[in-house]
């Protein structure tokens, strides 16, 4: 298949910025250096797409070179490096955070993993068998952290390793009442987090709250709906709990990447 026939390829502006984190030689770095751009597009096509993996046009390579070198660079943490790089950056939204969850739909070969369902992040809701992504942006609605849990697990669980994850110290954190406990208030109060999170309609002490600022966390709901664009995503296929995790990751960087790196 020629590259022009296939969407989405990476610009020089992009690899400008991937590069220096993907040919570095180590334990994990796996083939030769002069095919990783090539490597890094075939997975950001199938996280695109949701191809299976076998599907992947040769263009990119023999498939299961390409799946062998994507475990390689999930299990050293590349992707972790590279969404933390990204918040490095000067001048993106930091003080006003936002976190907020989505349930996914599992599909019936995501399930047969060694260890179980519960430990790879799936589980049974109301929805069937799903998973939930559990996200933290920045006040520009880019990804800063993300998670994933069971998909009947709930909200709160997932809200205090968000806010233990890398990255940029908020000063203020909005959610919806989903997030109304007294634990997490607490915990944001003890790191000067101001919580602008509505109370649930049970509580006797009603909190009120900054409903300007409340209003900036469609950002967040607007930033899961990019990231279902990613079909890979938007479905869960993946046995294990890091490949899925993985490609949320790389759904988030190239959300960062599309409105950062190529206008830089």
Known sequence: MEAT???GLMSDEEWAFFEPFVTTRGAHSGRRPRDHRLVLDGIFWLGRTGAQW???PDFFGKWSSVYRQFRRWTLSGL???????LNDTEGVGETVQMIDS???RAHHCAAGARGGTPSQGLGRSKGGFTTKIHLRTNGDGLPVAVDISPGQSSDFNGAIPL??????EAKVLLADRGYDSDK???TLEARDIVPVIPTKRNRKLQIKIDDYIYALRNRIERCINKLKNSRRLATRYDKTAASYLAFVQIASIRLWTRVFVNRS
């Not at 992707?79 to 790089?85: K, N, T, Y």
């Open 5 to 7: 026939l296939i969407r």
């Open 54 to 56: 076998r599907d992947l």
């Open 79 to 85: 992707w972790d490096l590279l969404l933390e790089a």
């Open 102 to 104: 989505t349930i996914i």
């Open 163 to 168: 806010m233990d994850a890398a990255g940029p």
């Open 184 to 186: 997490i208030r607490e």
